[in-house]
């Protein structure tokens, strides 16, 4: 029914993790919801779904919870569904969400003979057995990813997580999609071990994809928790790589670097738990003052509200992998990884992986820019609307919630050798070979990459050093007692205002117009022009929205599809409605003669015979001549 | 016992011609007693010879009898309050239960028969009555369609019954007139001289009865059926008609896969598809929720049947029980659900006040959620199981990527049902504006009733015993 | 002998119902056809002196010959039918239906023939007088055709249990006779509300 | 460890040097009159005097940015690659690290730049963010390739590994790593053609736009971080692409190393000099030219073998 092996519990106390300063939260956001029944109700049951599903032992108790998971995650976003948006959104969501499952349900089927209470280990005995694995591995990518938003099943996160009430998008984001992570795990290591190279490739061009695809569309966006949700899809893509790294290296037999890869993705599975969580839980006490999840309307929230600012900014660099917090130490491990790919003796896959590399850091430049824009336009500057500049900082238990997540990052931060010991010791549970003794081989002040001759990083080091320095900078210049004025910013002889501020979108401008082609930006420019002079206006509004790409390709002709097949099914089956007798009659027909074709004897010159008999009988009795 | 039995269903039929005021009372009573022996036939042990080997209780269809008995009570209940919604006679009120009694009649004898030619008489006599009960709705739409279903139910019940004398030719002589009997053809499929002819009647006997279930390519005559009649008509006709109609396919399917698995197999999987992907889509077109309703009750009958030949009996039975206590629920609750006008679905389920109606409206968008196979609704396991056991037989079989697609097919079928189920769901929750409803007593008594019964259904002994029954 | 030369009177009086476009003269051709299925109960059932069979032949004279024409031509006076019924799929098209529907139902129980002892040419004929009565009821529009058309595929597999099987359980022929009343009078109620209604 | 304090505290010392150093080239070059070689510490010098005036609508943020800016730069001074053999080098500490640090220096200096709400702070970190995402992947990849040469990911040891046994073998690659690593040197010191350090014409601003409105001390901070930046780009340049002439006597070779420094100022100098300030948008071209030719030496590397 349920079990506890170590992987269970790292996953078991990932949610905890997660889910601990999120209660607090929340209870603090509870004064701001209506259906707080329904909401407490799906909340509870949300995060014991996700509980059950990371310790349930057989393919039932598994799909269960899951499936409840979906539920109630689903009811969670319906929470306040008040405009259409919100609806869409969930409706969106839980198609998506099914989707995953339908490949899901497939996978177990299969891997399980039918039989549903039988355990992972067992499964394992009868994949092996099966024809075609790469199937069952497809499946279950399609299933996961799907959950986890991937590309290029990842155009829910940004509808979804945005219309949940904060802590939920927070759960969601932060927890959630780590659950599915865990099942690729779970059933990558238990049931489908052996891996093809190709697998790896496969995940590993997925988490660039997603990365790079992640974070690009996450400057685009003005809604600040849509811009989190698309950095949800970057992480996810960052741990991928991690994850594909491992595989490929497990698959070309070099154990331990696939190990370090594989600890690497865990380590920033945790990571991004802890930052993403911190961000939208900053996310939503902004949104709870401000009642606008609009980024332009923000500005000069730091100084009415302290510890958001703190704590989220605490978060943007994590996340923005800078040293020395811990999101730095997970991208590092993964950079390190990938350098590993010199030991590959496969030259094809060494010329390949650089552009992961290179995928990467575009990624991480990116993130820097992206929450430069995030954390300045929000808290920095000048307010930009009223309700901006009437905020104030939220109670106390939401502000709870974010110092314990805070703390939580920064004991990811202090205390990594720990983390990794215990991710080596999953592993290793999972019949890999332990490799913390290569990278904290002298002590836990050293962290090393295990590659040949890999780099070196020593996270408390560098964490003391950057303290110290900016202590005695700061020190001196206390000691210097400079004198200070306070005067308005200097813009050229016009006052300051909230007008003339640089914009997100401003923000975004170069990169958005560098990346033109991927947006295909719709932009809408109106000027009030002052008699007839192109140069001159009394004012003029710019607004730009991007659509993104896989929706407007992907998503919405697969709608139309099912549009039009649906309509077609519509106009024939309403031929029942006056020849039914005919209808019946050629349906007969048509099952006497195939029992004679495939039941008695099979020839294709009967088949085709029957066929045209078929085909014109049903032109004249049913269809008949048209008027 | 046969007389037990019929008994209260004859006390019906008898009291629904009396003009006493105390008739109104008498009758719900009467059919809600129909339960009683069949409770007690429940415990009886099988197989129990009712009248001779004529009418045999097995464990499949006493289940199936006291599902049923069930889901009568519960429109019974739905019935006391029917006049609340809509304008009904208290003459065709009696009328009602009139044809309702000969129903039951037909029904018990066609559910336990263990008698091809038993069976069909009994089909026959509830098809024919319902063909009335129809008509207790008084517009010309109802009119139209009782004639439709008269003339349609007709054909398939002579098919079904055509069907069943080429079966009976077939075995006749091995079994002489004994041939007649499901369980000495089913111990003597194996000997059958003419195997062919077995087929060709299994084949129309099953287009006979798929067509009664609506199913491909007949799949909107019984929405319009049930669109045109009173609810309660429909919660019948989904809830036991089909039910007695699914038995028989029970059966006969049980033969034919001693007769020749692989054709039966072909046959049901080819036609069962055809039908929910034309059911599929058109529920992603359905606007109104009696259509709706039907066209998913359609497309269950066909995955049970699906899930039966597939060897997943345990799922055909447990979505078979499912099914026949949410959509009848489901049917009931449109007599509140389109108390402010039909085809209202943007916030149907929305303006409700009081205990009442916080009760009835839970309850509903359970039962919404339930159909789409949601845990923890039974239908949720059921799928699983039946579709566990569908990729069984697709990894037995010779050709197994295709079978395999064509379930991933069909899971993307249920996809686009799920889909827009979700979708009204969502509508009826939380668009529209509020309007006042009134939920009356009984209704919000059968609704409980069936989802006590569902709930009975997820229990650890219901499943173990649903496994024990074939 | 005898008995195939009524299974083809059987088939041939269907065949002209096809054709006939009025309901009184479609009335007529059902009778006759039920006239020779009842003989055809007799003879078979003498040829296996089987009583049920012979019980059978009578109830189909009285009620199918008689019983039921009487009944439908009561009724079309009573509900004034629209007697004028004009077949909706032109003649040109059900010559060459008709025959291709036989050629198909021969085809189909080819493999029969060598299977069973009896005639498999009966089951065929049956067969196809089954699509034939379909045909009826597919090319009118009218209720009461279609009735006739409903009663004339009762016929069919009358037909098919008296000449394949060589007669079914006395039970289940009178359970069959019953329904067939029953259906009547649900009809008889129906066109009751007709009147009422409209 | 004295060779290794006092490299660090030289390096600090002719940080203001070197910058006004290409100044002084540049005036030449341009037949001006030029500045004085100290005009850094004479600028520091009369910033430290002044009074902090703090924009009223700035928040907390410009109080400890400034900090937040330098003390990352002076960390990874303490970093850098030994310029005399045997001296005393810090092993524990990759490429990637020192990457990270310049990274979160600039990220502070961005939200400087926001912090108080004026168009031209907006803009400046605008664009940097712009030009410093398109540095990042260059820079991880150039480090990459160079890695790979040097058999070693941690920069001192790489310093050291290069100069004893110079990769004559894989020459092409050597040289792509360096051109590419110069070209990021240019952009990520805000040097013409990507920056134009001299302007305060808002349309070419970057670096200036950021710190507009930061005055005395606090302009000195920023002011020291720059420099400091350019010496830090510079002294890995010089140990990781010149890397000859450690093996002498230490002065000589300490000498030496200075030399390459200035060289490389001067080269940087003579650059702008003969080119133009490219507009914002032509940027990318220039930095994907880098990283193409990170990619290209990367590849020559592992196909190639040279």
Wanted: with cysteine; glycine share 6%; proline share 3%.
């Amino acid at each position: 029914m349920f079990q506890f092996d170590t992987l269970s519990l790292v996953f078991t106390s990932l949610i905890v993790l997660g889910v601990v300063p999120n209660l607090f939260y929340s209870q603090g956001y509870l004064s701001h919801l209506k259906r707080k029944g329904h909401y407490l109700l799906h909340y509870t049951t949300f995060i014991a779904s996700m509980l059950g599903v990371v310790i349930s032992a057989n393919a039932l108790m598994f799909l269960l919870f899951w499936e409840l998971m979906s539920l109630t995650s689903w009811q969670l976003i319906l929470t306040e569904a008040k405009e259409k948006r919100t609806v869409d959104a969930a409706r969106f969501y839980f198609l998506m969400t099914h989707f995953g499952f339908v490949f899901l349900l497939l996978f177990f089927l299969i891997a399980t003979d039918g039989d549903l209470e039988i355990g992972f280990a067992a499964m394992h005995g009868i994949v092996a057995k099966f024809a075609y694995p790469t199937l069952l591995f497809f499946f279950l990518v399609l299933g996961f990813l799907s959950k986890a938003g991937a590309v290029p099943l990842h155009v829910w996160l940004p509808y979804a997580h945005p219309e949940a009430p904060s802590p939920v998008s927070a759960l969601m984001s932060g927890v959630m999609l780590k659950v599915a992570i865990y099942g690729m795990f779970r059933f990558l290591f238990d049931v489908l071990y052996p891996w093809p190279m190709e697998w790896g490739v496969l995940i590993l061009v997925i988490g660039s994809l997603s990365s790079l695809i992640g974070v690009l569309y996450a400057l685009s966006e003005h809604d600040i928790k849509a811009l989190l949700a698309n950095h949800s899809i970057e992480n996810i893509g960052i741990i991928l790589m991690g994850f594909g790294m491992g595989m490929i290296f497990e698959s070309m037999g070099l154990k331990i670097l696939s190990s370090f890869a594989f600890i690497a993705a865990l380590f920033h599975t945790f990571n991004h738990m802890s930052f993403k969580s911190l961000l939208f839980m900053g996310a939503g006490s902004v949104l709870y003052q401000t009642h606008t999840k609009n980024i332009e309307k923000y500005g000069g929230l730091i100084k009415a509200m302290p510890v958001t600012a703190m704590t989220f900014l605490l978060a943007s660099v994590s996340i923005s992998a800078l040293p020395p917090t811990n999101g730095f130490l997970s991208e590092w491990m993964i950079f390190q990884s990938m350098l590993g790919s010199s030991h590959l003796d496969n030259t094809s896959l060494k010329l390949a992986i650089p552009f992961a590399v290179f995928a990467l850091a575009m990624t991480g430049g990116l993130a820097i820019a992206c929450f430069v824009k995030a954390y300045g336009i929000t808290f920095l500057g000048l307010h930009r609307s009223t309700n901006a500049k009437h905020a104030h900082e939220v109670n106390a238990w939401m502000r709870t919630g974010m110092l314990l997540m805070a703390a939580v990052i920064i004991s990811l931060m202090l205390f990594t050798p720990f983390y990794i010991g215990w991710f080596d010791k999953a592993l290793s549970s999972l019949g890999h070979l332990s490799v913390y003794g290569r990278i904290f081989p002298d002590g836990i002040w050293q962290m090393h990459s295990v590659a040949m001759h890999g780099g070196v990083v020593s996270p408390l080091v560098l964490l003391g050093a950057l303290v110290s320095v900016t202590a005695l900078l700061m020190f001196a210049y206390r000691a210097l007692r400079v004198k200070e004025r306070i005067h308005r910013t200097w813009s050229c002889g016009y006052r300051t205002s909230t007008r003339t501020q640089y914009s997100a979108t401003g923000f975004a401008g170069p990169i958005r117009r560098f990346f033109g082609w991927l947006y295909k930006p719709d932009e809408h420019l109106t000027k009030q022009h002052i008699e007839g002079y192109s140069s001159k206006f009394s004012d003029s509004h710019y607004e730009v929205h991007v659509k993104p790409l896989f929706e407007t390709t992907l998503y919405d002709s697969v709608g139309r599809a099912v549009n039009w097949v649906s309509y077609w099914v519509y106009r024939l089956a309403h031929f029942e409605q006056t020849r039914y007798a005919a209808m019946i009659f050629n349906l007969m027909l048509g099952v006497l003669f195939s029992y004679r074709i495939f039941a008695h004897e099979f020839s294709w010159a009967t088949l085709v015979l029957e066929g045209t008999v078929m085909i014109i009988s049903i032109k004249i009795l049913i269809i008949g001549e048209e008027q | 016992m046969l007389i037990l039995l019929v008994l209260p269903a004859l006390v019906m039929f008898a009291v629904s011609f009396s003009h006493h005021r105390k008739a109104k009372f008498l009758l719900p009573i009467s059919s809600v007693a129909i339960l009683l022996p069949i409770v007690k036939l429940f415990w009886l042990p099988k197989p129990y010879a009712i009248w001779g080997n004529y009418l045999v209780a097995d464990r499949l269809d006493t289940y199936v009898l006291l599902i049923s008995s069930l889901v009568g009570i519960g429109v019974t209940l739905a019935l006391l309050t029917l006049d609340k919604h809509v304008k009904v006679s208290p003459k065709a009120y009696r009328r009602f239960y009139r044809f309702f009694a000969i129903f039951w009649v037909g029904l018990i004898i066609s559910i336990l028969a263990n008698h091809m030619g038993i069976y069909w008489i009994g089909l026959e006599l509830a098809t024919l009555s319902t063909v009335y009960m129809i008509k207790t709705n008084h517009t010309p739409a109802a009119h139209k369609e009782a004639w439709n279903y008269m003339i349609v139910g007709a054909i398939a019940i002579s098919l079904v019954l055509f069907g069943i004398i080429l079966m009976y030719a077939s075995a006749k002589p091995i079994l002489g007139e004994e041939a007649m009997r499901f369980d000495l053809l089913l111990s003597h499929a194996k000997e059958i001289p003419s195997p062919f002819l077995f087929e060709m009647g299994f084949a129309i006997a099953t287009v006979g009865m798929f067509v009664k279930m609506g199913f491909f390519p007949m799949n909107l005559w019984l929405a319009n059926i049930e669109r045109a009649s009173f609810y309660p008509v429909a919660a019948l006709f989904s809830g036991i008609l089909e039910s007695a109609v699914i038995i028989g396919f029970f059966r006969f399917s049980k033969i034919a896969e001693q007769i020749n698995y692989a054709h039966l197999y072909g046959f049901v999987f080819v036609y069962t598809l055809l039908t929910i992907f034309i059911v599929a889509f058109l529920i992603f077109r359905a606007k109104d929720f009696m259509r709706l309703f039907s066209l998913s009750g359609v497309e269950h009958m066909a995955l049970i049947a699906l899930f039966w030949v597939s060897g997943g009996t345990f799922a055909a039975l447990l979505h078979f029980g499912a099914h026949a206590f949410l959509k009848p629920a489901l049917f009931l609750s449109t007599g509140v659900l389109e108390s402010r006008g039909k085809y209202r679905i943007a916030g149907a389920l929305r303006g409700y006040k009081g205990k009442k109606g916080e009760l009835f409206w839970v309850l509903v968008s359970l039962f919404l959620l339930a159909i789409i196979s949601l845990p923890p609704s039974p239908m949720f396991f059921s799928e699983l199981y039946g579709f566990a056991a569908m990729v069984e037989m697709a990894k037995q079989s010779d050709h197994m990527l295709a079978m395999i697609a064509a379930i991933l097919f069909l899971l993307v079928l249920l996809s686009v049902i799920f889909y827009r189920f979700v979708t009204l769901y969502q509508s009826m929750k939380y668009e529209g504006k509020e309007e006042e409803k009134r939920v009356y007593g009984s209704e919000l008594a059968a609704l409980v009733l069936f989802a006590l019964c569902l709930l009975v259904l997820l229990l650890p002994s219901s499943f173990a015993y649903l496994r024990s029954i074939v | 002998m005898g008995v195939d030369f009524f299974i083809g009177l059987f088939l041939a009086t269907l065949i002209v119902a096809l054709f006939t476009s009025r309901l009184y003269r479609l009335i007529f051709w059902y009778s006759m056809n039920s006239l020779v299925l009842g003989i055809l109960a007799l003879m078979i059932g003498k040829a296996l002196d089987d009583k049920a069979m012979l019980v059978t032949g009578i109830a189909t004279l009285v009620i199918k010959a008689v019983g039921i024409p009487y009944m439908l031509k009561h009724f079309s006076e009573k509900f004034h039918f629209v007697r004028q019924i004009q077949p909706q799929i032109s003649a040109h098209y059900a010559i060459i239906l008709i025959p291709a529907i036989l050629v198909f139902t021969f085809y189909l129980s080819e493999p029969i023939t060598h299977m069973i002892e009896g005639n498999a040419n009966y089951i065929a004929i049956s067969i196809s007088s089954l699509f034939l009565s379909l045909l009826l009821m597919m090319e009118h529009r009218h209720v009461a055709p279609k009735i006739i058309g409903f009663l004339s595929m009762e016929n069919a597999l009358f037909l098919l249990g008296i000449t394949a099987t060589g007669g079914m359980p006395m039970l289940v022929e009178l359970g069959i006779f019953f329904d067939l009343l029953m259906a009547i009078v649900v009809m008889n109620l129906l066109f009751h509300k007709e009147e009422v209604s409209s | 460890m004295i060779a290794y304090l006092v490299t660090i505290t030289i390096l600090l010392l002719i940080a203001p040097i070197l910058l006004f150093f290409i100044k002084v080239l540049k005036m030449r070059m341009l037949y001006k009159k030029p500045v004085s070689l100290l005009q850094g510490y004479r600028n520091v010098a009369k910033l430290m005097q002044k009074e902090t005036l703090i924009s009223e609508e700035a928040s907390g943020m410009t109080r400890v940015a400034p900090f937040l800016v330098l003390s990352p730069l002076l960390v990874t001074l303490f970093f850098l690659p030994p310029v005399v053999q045997g001296a005393f080098y810090v092993s524990f500490v990759d490429a990637f690290t020192i990457t990270g640090l310049i990274a979160l220096s600039t990220f502070f200096l961005m939200l400087l730049g926001l912090d108080s709400a004026s168009a031209f702070g907006g803009m400046g970190s605008s664009r940097e963010a712009f030009i410093s995402a398109l540095v990042e992947p260059a820079m991880i990849l150039t480090v990459f390739s160079v890695s790979m040469m040097a058999g070693d990911l941690g920069v001192g040891q790489a310093g050291v590994n290069l100069a004893s046994h110079f990769p004559k073998a894989h020459m092409a690659s050597f040289l792509f790593a360096a051109i590419s690593f110069f070209i990021l040197l240019i952009a990520e010191n805000g040097r013409i053609p990507v920056d134009n350090p001299e302007t305060h014409l808002e349309l070419t601003m970057v670096h200036e736009a950021m710190v507009l409105d930061i005055t005395g001390v606090y302009l000195a901070i920023i002011e020291t971080a720059a420099s400091v930046k350019f010496v830090i780009f510079a002294s890995l340049f010089a140990s990781l692409f010149l890397p000859f002439g450690m093996q002498y006597a230490p002065p000589v070779a300490f000498v030496l190393f200075l030399v390459k420094l200035f060289m490389i100022a001067a080269a940087v100098a003579l650059i702008e000099v003969n080119t133009a300030k490219l507009r914002l948008f032509k940027v990318p071209n220039l930095l994907g030219i880098a990283i193409v030719f990170a990619f290209l030496s990367l590849i020559t590397f592992y196909v190639l073998g040279a």
